[in-house]
């Protein structure tokens, strides 16, 4: 008899874990459901100590391109319309460089609907109590613009079936974290809430693999110190020639792992943070005779968030500096090399200066209905000396100068679950040639989590 009761009792919380998981339950009223996990939305696993999640969203985008049109799966990219319908123009003699103009240029096309669902995404969370701590595995992933898989040409027009994607991988015991997740120069707290999957420019890769540990010295204050993956980025030119790639080449070489600080406080009015990253950029002109030299890369930045002051709307900001750090202080909005080498078989490598930041406000104007206004600006700097022989000529030069991004949206969220809203979008780039690439783009987007 109490056998029967034992098994009645236990196939009664696991029905009702799974009822709370598929039902969206949260909360203190998923804790106190029979089988409920460790944290909201989490059931036990039977048999075990372990809570687990499985948690995301579907998200569906409708964009107008109102320029130049750029891809909508990924979001908008100040680089990612064309610049200027121009082109640069080099006479057999080498001599009388300029421009010519191109009216067939992606440029003058303006007008474009797209819809996509790529952004959705998927991931699964457990937590395990542990004599060392609290044990948590976290992994993600989402459709959109996967490495390594090329898509066919028809895939549009048949099933828009983009691949999926890892976002996330990463464990935790205690203070330390292996895998893969945000730098340690990306303080993603600040970020502002756009419906465009890009978004405003800010700090620090997106997602790589490291190794983490967090000093946490109570009172809300904590320092993280990181290994991260290198990926050094160079430009190598000729006289008025570009020889080497921008990004990723196979002319340079990654020696020791990228170093990072993050120093952060919280309070009940938001937090304040610092960071910083140290590289060693190094050079291999990848031919039989080897011209190889490395320099030092750092970046810096401080950002703050801060709630509570206007009942429900907050502000938060960045600033970013550095050399040689161009994927951390332009993160993954902008791809731009960190360094670069006058010729092939230079050995003068030179770190690329870049500056970006951001601020935004979040404007509540009722319990589900928000809006949020916010401004990027990223800016790099080009050693006089670095690429005496290129002139202005775009294809001898990195690409970027300036660049700038406005977003401003209204979300209504009539269930907690459920985000709809619509969004403008303005955009500029400038290369280093002068030439500008614009972007005015409309979202609708409607997302649904679960």
């Not at 008899?1 to 203190?28: E, P, W, Y």
């Not at 004599?131 to 390594?148: A, Q, R, V």
């Amino acid at each position: 008899m109490k056998l029967r009761k034992f098994k009645a009792a236990a196939a009664l919380g696991s029905l009702t874990a799974t009822v709370a998981l598929l039902a969206g339950m949260q909360g203190a009223e998923a804790q106190s459901a029979p089988g409920a996990g460790s944290f909201p939305g989490s059931f036990l696993v039977p048999g075990t100590q372990t809570s687990l999640k499985v948690g995301g969203y579907i998200k569906g985008d409708f964009i107008y391109d109102f320029s130049a049109a750029q891809n909508g799966n990924g979001g908008a990219a100040p680089t990612g319309a064309p610049f200027d319908g121009k082109v640069f123009s080099v006479p057999g003699d080498g001599a009388g460089l300029g421009y010519t103009a191109n009216p067939g240029a992606g440029h003058n096309i303006h007008g474009r609907t797209q819809m996509v669902a790529s952004e959705s995404r998927f991931n699964i969370e457990t937590r395990t109590p542990t004599g060392y701590g609290e044990l948590k595995t976290f992994i993600e992933g989402d459709f959109t613009n996967p490495n390594g898989l090329t898509n066919s040409a028809s895939l549009r027009v048949n099933s828009n079936s983009y691949g999926f994607r890892l976002r996330y991988a990463y464990g935790t015991l205690g203070p330390i974290l292996v895998g893969q997740y945000n730098s340690a120069f990306r303080d993603s707290a600040t970020e502002p809430e756009t419906l465009d999957f890009g978004g405003a420019i800010v700090a620090g890769v997106t997602r790589q693999p490291q190794f983490r540990y967090t000093f946490d010295f109570g009172n809300g204050l904590t320092l993280a110190a990181t290994a991260e993956d290198p990926q050094v980025s160079v430009i190598a030119t000729e006289p008025g020639v570009l020889t080497g790639g921008t990004s990723f080449g196979t002319a340079q070489f990654d020696k020791i792992p990228d170093f990072g600080f993050a120093l952060k406080y919280a309070g009940p009015w938001g937090e304040i943070s610092g960071r910083a990253i140290f590289r060693d950029l190094y050079w291999n002109n990848g031919k039989g005779t080897t011209a190889n030299s490395s320099t030092f890369g750092w970046g810096m930045g401080v950002s703050g968030s801060f709630t509570g002051w206007w009942g429900k709307d907050n502000a938060s900001f960045q600033i970013n500096g550095g050399e040689g750090a161009g994927r951390y202080v332009f993160g993954a909005q902008l791809t731009n090399p960190d360094s670069g080498v006058s010729t092939v078989n230079s050995v003068d490598l030179k770190p690329l200066g870049q500056v970006s930041g951001f601020v935004q406000y979040q404007h509540w104007w009722t319990d589900m209905l928000r809006s949020t206004v916010a401004g990027s600006y990223a800016k790099q700097y080009v050693n006089g000396t670095l690429f005496p022989t290129c002139g202005r000529n775009p294809a001898c030069l990195p690409t970027l100068d300036y660049a700038w991004t406005v977003h401003v949206n209204l979300i209504w969220s009539p269930v907690p679950q459920v985000d709809t809203g619509v969004e403008w979008i303005r955009m500029q780039a400038v290369n280093q040639a002068g030439l500008a690439a614009n972007t005015n783009r409309f979202q609708t987007s409607m997302k649904f989590k679960f």
